[in-house]
């Protein structure tokens, strides 16, 4: 019987009881994913075996490229080994299995070897030998319960298997490894997701011989191009998906380049770099921008581009919208935007066919960043070019090493024509089924191809997504919060916006001055605490005699200062003044008699002293007669880009602030996408006597069980 991808990923697993000691949980992985690559790509190898180094044996003096076209052609994969050794003979000679080991994986095709040095396998060959671990650990791969030609399977179903299975391996490693969410790994039913999302409007996909390129500048292992591909192999067995993808971490690439060569996918395809700093694919081989028909991603959630930094910001000021990222920059913690951007940067022109990109976010991209910020620019940018096509809530718990909400976007710069100038917003968080906890994931999206009987729920989210209609319902089965009773309730899971909609102007609102001032004892005193007063009596001079000298003659300044103040009270008492140009007038008078004149920095400590705030009192003017702003009151207001601001600050400003002004010098558009707001449903607080009911019934339910419990104790007793 055909083991489960599961089931396989177990028993190569459990071989980790043999490394404990030596190695450390979060250390197993190191020995696990590449052996069960080598063990792949030895059993893949076996029936040719012995051909391949009988015609090498003929062919070895001709040219590299001769010798590897016909080796190829008889393994039927695109690579090769040249050792006369295989895994299982290798346990023939148990005193020299590490050279031994060595030299077979020395005896691979050159794109093999760079495989095995991306796993720095090496290392842990000398290290399991060392420890007297090595020959266990492959004669437990070799073990007929570790069978990776999946017998019973075609030859693509087995491929595909093969992918499970390493992705399996992957998450239990990452587990163990207690890494950060999403590092590695997006869920299978996620993957099936997008790529429905992504495909399914897509016309013409059934043409005879239709080729596609698809990209992922994240692709970890590779199961959404390993997805993406067979869904248009399945529509279409003519059609030619080519897969292009990018990662920077050594074991996802060597598994996603595994995964490819294993397939007979173009493995120089799969670039290993970090995709901001280094692009595999900027430019095509004659030289063009390098462009894509379709483009995945699942970026590492809330990730630092701290590391890219000065490479990134080079290019956004040197390059602008002729780069990946002149519409702006996101915040130093989270790259997220910055895929998108990237992805954005490689969509073919129209005229070329377009592109379709899917991606997925936590909730940080719907709304960080405040008007005029980075991720608030980038989000105006994607919306006002009318690139977003939809946003999906995805159910919360659905991803291994999480439990955030996650979201999918999608952008083309081909819309159909009803969807023009739209956006549609898809709340998909009620579709989920439960099943057995793994990691985080608690949380899976029905897929009956996953597991028989559940609800075809990617196919219902997908439906949703292609009807495209504003205030589409669906009926879930819900369990009330207070009686525990499941019941049915209707919920929107569908709302389409028009790309306004999702922008707004912020308006800065200023209100004018006020003060009170008065030369009373006790505000005079606040004038030691003030900083310009303070800073009289300070240097910053180096030489120690022109210091001292300045200290004191700003001590000097201060002790004036003091004077004419106690001067000015003296001619004016406690009088209260609710104007500043006429205290200001009356100051001036005593600074003149005085013989000297304040300067603007010390008006300003003087009235921070003695003046507060006073809603009484005159509005405070500049010298051209406006009204100065008060940036203790000064407030924002988020207006709709529909709206007129005029209109929006007469209705909701002036009535309650009459006195208020709009800086319109700091007026700035933003765009975000609250959904969450968007698909609030308001529920009434229950009825008073029901409440009161429930307690009464709560409250005699308390009592029988407390008389219960004392009738057993009188029956002891």
């Not at 009088?575 to 009356?586: A, E, G, P």
């Amino acid at each position: 019987m055909t083991q489960t991808h599961q089931q396989m990923a177990n028993f190569i697993w459990e071989i980790c009881n043999l490394l404990r000691g030596p190695y450390k949980r979060n250390e197993y992985r190191k020995v696990i994913l590449p052996l069960t690559v080598l063990r792949r790509f030895d059993v893949l190898l076996a029936p040719t075996k012995e051909q391949v180094l009988v015609e090498h044996a003929k062919i070895k003096t001709k040219p590299e490229t001769v010798v590897r076209s016909l080796l190829e052609s008889i393994t039927r994969r695109p690579f090769y080994n040249l050792s006369k050794l295989d895994m299982p003979r290798l346990l023939d000679d148990p005193n020299h299995l590490a050279p031994n080991l060595n030299a077979y994986i020395n005896g691979f095709s050159k794109n093999v070897r760079e495989i095995m040095e991306r796993f720095a396998f090496g290392q842990q060959i000398a290290r399991m030998a060392e420890k007297n671990l090595l020959y266990l650990v492959i004669q437990a791969f070799c073990s007929p319960m570790i069978d990776l030609t999946f017998p019973g399977l075609s030859p693509e179903q087995a491929d595909v298997q093969m992918g499970y299975v390493f992705e399996e391996l992957i998450r239990i490693g990452a587990e163990q490894a207690n890494e950060e969410a999403g590092e590695h790994f997006t869920p299978r039913e996620v993957i099936k997701l997008m790529v429905n999302l992504l495909l399914s409007p897509e016309k013409d996909l059934g043409k005879s011989h239709v080729v596609k390129t698809i990209y992922d500048p994240a692709c970890g292992t590779g199961g959404m191009l390993s997805v993406a591909d067979r869904y248009i192999r399945d529509l279409n067995a003519d059609a030619t998906p080519i897969l292009y993808g990018q990662d920077w971490n050594d074991d996802a690439w060597a598994v996603c380049k595994s995964d490819m060569l294993i397939k007979g996918e173009e493995a120089d395809n799969i670039i290993l770099g970090d995709t901001f700093s280094q692009d595999g694919f900027d430019r095509d081989p004659k030289g063009a921008k390098q462009t894509f028909d379709y483009m995945l991603a699942n970026p590492p959630f809330g990730v630092a581009w701290k590391q890219q930094k000065v490479y990134i910001e080079r290019e956004a000021n040197s390059l602008g919208y002729d780069g990946r990222f002149g519409a702006g920059l996101p915040r130093i913690n989270d790259g997220s935007l910055l895929f998108l951007q990237h992805m954005i940067a490689k969509m073919r022109a129209l005229e070329d066919g377009g592109s379709r990109i899917c991606i997925v976010f936590n909730g940080s991209p719907l709304f960080s960043g405040d008007a005029g910020s980075g991720p608030s620019n980038i989000r105006q940018w994607i919306i006002e070019n009318d690139w977003l096509e939809a946003v999906v809530a995805l159910p919360d718990q659905l991803f291994y090493n999480t439990g955030i909400s996650t979201y999918l976007w999608v952008l083309t710069n081909r819309k159909e024509a009803c969807r023009k100038g739209k956006v549609q917003l898809v709340d998909a968080r009620r579709f989920f089924v439960k099943r057995k906890s793994l990691g985080n994931k608690r949380n899976w999206i029905g897929d009956p191809a996953d597991k028989a009987g559940e609800p075809d729920q990617i196919a219902e989210i997908t439906q949703i997504f292609g009807n495209f209609q504003d205030g589409e319902t669906r009926s879930f089965r819900e369990e009330d919060p207070i009686t525990k009773q499941v019941i049915e309730k209707e919920r929107v899971v569908s709302k389409v916006f028009d790309n306004d909609d999702l922008g707004f102007h912020k308006i800065t609102v200023e209100r004018p001055l006020r003060l009170n001032i008065q030369a009373s004892r006790e505000r005079i005193a606040r004038l030691e605490i003030e900083k310009g007063f303070t800073n009289l009596a300070t240097s910053k001079r180096k030489a120690e005699a022109a210091r001292l000298a300045e200290i004191e003659a700003g001590e000097k300044r201060q002790e004036d200062i003091r004077k004419l103040l106690a001067d000015f009270a003296s001619a004016h008492g406690e009088t209260l003044y609710k104007d500043r140009k006429v205290f200001l007038s009356d100051l001036r008078e005593i600074d003149h008699a005085a013989g000297f004149r304040l300067s603007s920095s010390e008006i300003k400590a003087v009235l921070g002293a003695l003046a507060e705030r006073d809603e009484t009192a005159e509005i405070c003017r500049d010298r051209h007669g406006n009204p100065e702003p008060d940036t203790d009151l000064r407030d924002t207001e988020n207006v709709p880009l529909k709206e007129s601001i005029d209109t929006y600050f007469k209705r909701e400003v002036l009535p309650h602030v009459p006195d208020a002004w709009i800086d319109e010098g700091k007026t700035k558009v933003g765009y975000e996408i609250p959904l969450n707001r968007h698909f609030y449903q308001y529920e009434p607080p229950r009825e008073l006597d029901d409440i009161e009911e429930d307690i009464q019934r709560l409250e005699q339910e308390i009592m029988d069980l407390l008389s219960q419990v004392t009738g057993s104790d009188e029956a002891a007793s």
